[in-house]
Protein backbone atom coordinates (compact mmCIF):
# COMPACT_ATOMS: atom_id res chain seq x y z
CA UNK A 1 0.00 0.00 0.00
CA UNK A 2 1.37 3.29 -0.93
CA UNK A 3 1.42 5.77 2.33
CA UNK A 4 1.07 9.58 2.39
CA UNK A 5 2.60 12.02 4.47
CA UNK A 6 1.69 15.36 5.11
CA UNK A 7 2.82 18.02 6.63
CA UNK A 8 2.19 20.23 8.76
CA UNK A 9 -0.21 18.99 10.44
CA UNK A 10 -1.81 22.57 10.98
CA UNK A 11 -0.89 25.71 9.96
CA UNK A 12 -1.68 29.24 10.85
CA UNK A 13 -1.13 32.26 8.34
CA UNK A 14 -2.62 35.63 8.13
CA UNK A 15 -4.95 36.93 5.68
CA UNK A 16 -3.09 37.69 2.24
CA UNK A 17 -0.04 35.70 3.17
CA UNK A 18 1.13 32.05 1.64
CA UNK A 19 0.38 28.76 2.74
CA UNK A 20 2.06 26.15 1.53
CA UNK A 21 1.36 22.13 2.52
CA UNK A 22 3.34 19.10 1.71
CA UNK A 23 2.72 16.02 0.79
CA UNK A 24 5.14 12.85 0.57
CA UNK A 25 4.02 9.29 -1.34
CA UNK A 26 6.34 6.01 0.14
CA UNK A 27 6.70 5.49 -3.28
CA UNK A 28 6.86 7.69 -6.71
CA UNK A 29 3.29 8.63 -8.29
CA UNK A 30 4.74 9.40 -11.46
CA UNK A 31 3.28 6.80 -14.22
CA UNK A 32 6.52 7.15 -16.69
CA UNK A 33 4.52 5.99 -19.91
CA UNK A 34 2.25 8.83 -19.76
CA UNK A 35 4.54 11.43 -17.57
CA UNK A 36 1.55 12.26 -15.25
CA UNK A 37 1.43 12.06 -11.41
CA UNK A 38 -1.45 10.23 -10.18
CA UNK A 39 -1.45 12.71 -7.11
CA UNK A 40 -4.84 14.75 -6.17
CA UNK A 41 -5.78 17.66 -3.59
CA UNK A 42 -8.87 18.04 -1.63
CA UNK A 43 -10.49 20.93 0.66
CA UNK A 44 -12.90 20.01 2.96
CA UNK A 45 -14.87 22.66 5.50
CA UNK A 46 -16.42 21.93 8.30
CA UNK A 47 -19.90 19.48 8.05
CA UNK A 48 -18.83 19.13 3.78
CA UNK A 49 -17.80 16.17 1.97
CA UNK A 50 -14.25 17.20 0.49
CA UNK A 51 -14.23 19.13 -2.14
CA UNK A 52 -11.42 18.78 -5.64
CA UNK A 53 -9.28 21.28 -6.07
CA UNK A 54 -6.59 19.73 -8.12
CA UNK A 55 -5.62 16.35 -9.94
CA UNK A 56 -2.58 15.29 -12.05
CA UNK A 57 -0.90 17.17 -9.05
CA UNK A 58 -1.10 20.72 -10.94
CA UNK A 59 -4.42 20.78 -12.94
CA UNK A 60 -6.76 22.80 -11.22
CA UNK A 61 -10.27 21.69 -11.19
CA UNK A 62 -12.70 24.14 -13.38
CA UNK A 63 -14.17 27.13 -10.96
CA UNK A 64 -11.22 26.65 -8.33
CA UNK A 65 -9.44 30.33 -7.85
CA UNK A 66 -5.81 30.67 -9.73
CA UNK A 67 -4.51 31.48 -5.92
CA UNK A 68 -4.37 27.66 -5.24
CA UNK A 69 -1.53 25.62 -7.23
CA UNK A 70 -0.04 22.38 -7.13
CA UNK A 71 3.44 21.40 -7.84
CA UNK A 72 6.20 18.29 -7.29
CA UNK A 73 6.57 15.31 -8.90
CA UNK A 74 7.65 11.27 -8.44
CA UNK A 75 7.27 11.69 -4.16
CA UNK A 76 6.88 14.94 -3.01
CA UNK A 77 4.12 17.51 -3.80
CA UNK A 78 2.99 20.72 -2.51
CA UNK A 79 -0.21 22.55 -2.55
CA UNK A 80 0.13 26.32 -2.46
CA UNK A 81 -2.62 29.19 -1.39
CA UNK A 82 -1.05 32.32 -3.11
CA UNK A 83 -2.59 34.72 -0.94
CA UNK A 84 -4.92 33.20 1.95
CA UNK A 85 -8.55 34.15 2.03
CA UNK A 86 -10.87 33.98 5.23
CA UNK A 87 -13.14 31.13 3.24
CA UNK A 88 -9.85 29.01 2.63
CA UNK A 89 -9.83 28.02 6.32
CA UNK A 90 -10.56 23.81 6.06
CA UNK A 91 -8.52 20.66 6.25
CA UNK A 92 -6.66 19.92 2.94
CA UNK A 93 -5.79 16.33 1.86
CA UNK A 94 -3.75 15.19 -0.84
CA UNK A 95 -4.50 11.83 -2.40
CA UNK A 96 -2.76 9.08 -4.47
CA UNK A 97 -4.54 7.18 -7.37
CA UNK A 98 -1.58 5.62 -8.68
CA UNK A 99 -2.42 2.20 -7.03
CA UNK A 100 -6.07 1.79 -5.57
CA UNK A 101 -6.22 4.97 -3.47
CA UNK A 102 -5.32 6.30 -0.36
CA UNK A 103 -5.36 9.62 1.66
CA UNK A 104 -3.06 11.74 3.50
CA UNK A 105 -3.55 12.87 6.82
CA UNK A 106 -4.48 16.13 6.06
CA UNK A 107 -3.63 19.80 7.00
CA UNK A 108 -5.39 22.36 9.09
CA UNK A 109 -5.46 25.51 7.70
CA UNK A 110 -6.34 28.84 10.11
CA UNK A 111 -6.23 32.45 10.06
CA UNK A 112 -3.25 33.69 12.28
CA UNK B 1 -25.19 17.19 -13.53
CA UNK B 2 -24.32 14.42 -11.54
CA UNK B 3 -25.48 13.83 -7.72
CA UNK B 4 -24.70 11.39 -5.53
CA UNK B 5 -27.34 11.35 -2.86
CA UNK B 6 -26.98 8.72 0.19
CA UNK B 7 -29.11 8.05 2.84
CA UNK B 8 -29.97 9.45 6.17
CA UNK B 9 -28.01 9.36 9.60
CA UNK B 10 -28.30 5.49 11.55
CA UNK B 11 -28.25 4.95 15.39
CA UNK B 12 -26.66 1.14 15.78
CA UNK B 13 -26.06 -0.74 18.62
CA UNK B 14 -22.67 -2.74 18.75
CA UNK B 15 -22.66 -5.82 16.72
CA UNK B 16 -25.65 -4.88 14.62
CA UNK B 17 -25.05 -4.21 10.92
CA UNK B 18 -25.44 -0.77 9.14
CA UNK B 19 -26.07 -0.63 5.33
CA UNK B 20 -25.53 3.04 3.65
CA UNK B 21 -27.20 3.55 -0.08
CA UNK B 22 -25.72 6.12 -2.69
CA UNK B 23 -28.04 6.48 -5.25
CA UNK B 24 -26.33 8.45 -8.78
CA UNK B 25 -28.25 10.66 -11.14
CA UNK B 26 -27.04 12.44 -14.00
CA UNK B 27 -24.56 9.83 -14.91
CA UNK B 28 -24.27 6.61 -16.52
CA UNK B 29 -24.18 4.17 -13.96
CA UNK B 30 -22.60 1.30 -15.40
CA UNK B 31 -19.37 3.46 -16.55
CA UNK B 32 -19.51 4.89 -13.33
CA UNK B 33 -16.76 4.03 -10.16
CA UNK B 34 -18.05 4.48 -6.84
CA UNK B 35 -15.70 4.58 -3.95
CA UNK B 36 -16.74 4.32 -0.22
CA UNK B 37 -14.46 6.57 2.14
CA UNK B 38 -15.18 6.69 5.90
CA UNK B 39 -14.11 9.72 8.52
CA UNK B 40 -14.40 9.18 12.03
CA UNK B 41 -15.38 12.30 13.92
CA UNK B 42 -12.42 15.11 14.18
CA UNK B 43 -10.26 12.62 11.77
CA UNK B 44 -9.39 11.92 8.49
CA UNK B 45 -10.13 10.10 5.15
CA UNK B 46 -10.12 6.70 4.77
CA UNK B 47 -10.37 4.79 1.81
CA UNK B 48 -12.84 1.68 2.19
CA UNK B 49 -12.95 0.29 -1.06
CA UNK B 50 -14.95 0.36 -4.01
CA UNK B 51 -16.50 -1.21 -7.26
CA UNK B 52 -14.85 -0.03 -11.02
CA UNK B 53 -16.75 -1.31 -13.80
CA UNK B 54 -14.16 -3.11 -15.77
CA UNK B 55 -13.85 -5.02 -12.49
CA UNK B 56 -17.60 -5.02 -11.83
CA UNK B 57 -16.64 -6.62 -8.32
CA UNK B 58 -15.91 -4.83 -5.02
CA UNK B 59 -12.19 -4.04 -3.99
CA UNK B 60 -11.50 -3.72 -0.21
CA UNK B 61 -8.65 -1.83 1.16
CA UNK B 62 -6.95 -3.99 3.64
CA UNK B 63 -8.01 -3.17 6.63
CA UNK B 64 -12.14 -3.12 5.80
CA UNK B 65 -11.75 -6.60 4.04
CA UNK B 66 -14.01 -9.04 6.01
CA UNK B 67 -16.56 -6.91 7.85
CA UNK B 68 -17.33 -4.32 4.83
CA UNK B 69 -19.73 -5.35 2.18
CA UNK B 70 -19.93 -3.38 -1.08
CA UNK B 71 -22.56 -4.05 -3.88
CA UNK B 72 -24.27 -1.78 -6.43
CA UNK B 73 -27.76 -2.19 -8.28
CA UNK B 74 -27.39 -1.52 -11.60
CA UNK B 75 -31.42 -0.99 -12.05
CA UNK B 76 -31.80 1.45 -9.72
CA UNK B 77 -28.65 3.34 -10.10
CA UNK B 78 -27.66 2.80 -6.04
CA UNK B 79 -24.24 0.92 -4.38
CA UNK B 80 -24.82 -0.25 -0.92
CA UNK B 81 -21.88 0.00 1.52
CA UNK B 82 -22.98 -2.44 4.87
CA UNK B 83 -20.61 -2.64 7.60
CA UNK B 84 -21.37 -6.06 10.44
CA UNK B 85 -20.29 -6.10 13.93
CA UNK B 86 -20.56 -2.61 14.46
CA UNK B 87 -18.32 -1.32 17.35
CA UNK B 88 -18.46 1.89 18.58
CA UNK B 89 -15.19 2.91 16.98
CA UNK B 90 -17.05 2.44 13.88
CA UNK B 91 -18.61 6.04 14.47
CA UNK B 92 -17.92 7.56 11.55
CA UNK B 93 -19.44 9.70 8.75
CA UNK B 94 -19.11 7.12 5.28
CA UNK B 95 -18.69 9.00 1.93
CA UNK B 96 -19.74 7.44 -1.66
CA UNK B 97 -17.57 8.98 -4.35
CA UNK B 98 -16.95 8.47 -7.98
CA UNK B 99 -15.59 9.42 -10.90
CA UNK B 100 -17.05 8.56 -14.20
CA UNK B 101 -14.87 6.05 -16.24
CA UNK B 102 -13.32 2.73 -14.98
CA UNK B 103 -10.54 2.49 -12.40
CA UNK B 104 -8.90 4.27 -9.58
CA UNK B 105 -8.81 8.04 -9.74
CA UNK B 106 -9.64 11.66 -8.17
CA UNK B 107 -13.16 11.72 -6.96
CA UNK B 108 -15.06 14.51 -8.82
CA UNK B 109 -18.74 13.80 -6.85
CA UNK B 110 -19.30 13.10 -3.49
CA UNK B 111 -22.17 12.82 -1.51
CA UNK B 112 -23.51 14.56 1.21
CA UNK B 113 -22.67 11.74 3.77
CA UNK B 114 -23.75 9.11 5.94
CA UNK B 115 -23.65 9.73 9.81
CA UNK B 116 -23.79 6.02 11.56
CA UNK B 117 -23.25 6.49 15.37
CA UNK B 118 -22.82 3.08 17.58
CA UNK B 119 -24.02 3.20 21.04
CA UNK B 120 -25.17 1.48 23.34
Known amino acids: DIVMTQSPDSLAVSLGERATINCKSS????????????LAWYQQKPGQPPKLLIS???TRESGVPDRFSGSGSGTDFTLTISSLQAEDVAVYYC????????FGGGTKVEIK | QVQLVQSGAEVKKPGSSVKVSCRAS????????IIWVRQAPGQGLDWMGG????????FYAQRFQGRVTLTKDESTSTAYMEVNSLRSDDTATFYC?????????????WGQGTLVTVSS
Open chain 1, 56 to 58: WAS
Open chain 2, 26 to 33: GVTFSDFT
Open chain 1, 27 to 38: QTLLYTSSNKNY
Open chain 2, 97 to 109: AGVEGSGWSFLDY
Open chain 1, 95 to 102: QQYYNTLS
Open chain 2, 51 to 58: IIPIISAP
